[in-house]
């Protein structure tokens, strides 16, 4: 199986995150304006910090599919 995620789902994913971190972590107000920031500023579509990070994501996705499908094979039947 092959999966891959597009360079906006991957901002998606991260915008996700993102919110979940500063409504449950606790953060102080400087920090969440500092994330927003960040989010707002350097994680625009198409720039190179996005690009490096939905490539990053694909290769963790990609790992962890060979590993479960690996790991899959290795199973004995009397299980």
Do not use: C, F, H, Y
Request: aromatic share 2%; net charge negative.
């Amino acid at each position: 199986m092959k999966l891959e995620l597009e360079a906006d789902e991957s901002r998606e994913l991260l915008a996700l995150i993102i919110d979940r971190l500063l409504n449950e972590a606790g953060l102080a107000d400087a920090d969440r304006a500092a994330l927003r920031r960040w989010r707002s500023e350097s994680m625009l579509a198409g720039s190179e910090g996005m690009k490096e990070l939905t490539a990053k994501v694909n290769a963790d996705i990609d790992r962890a599919l060979k590993t479960k499908e690996k790991s899959a094979v290795m199973k004995p039947d009397w299980r």
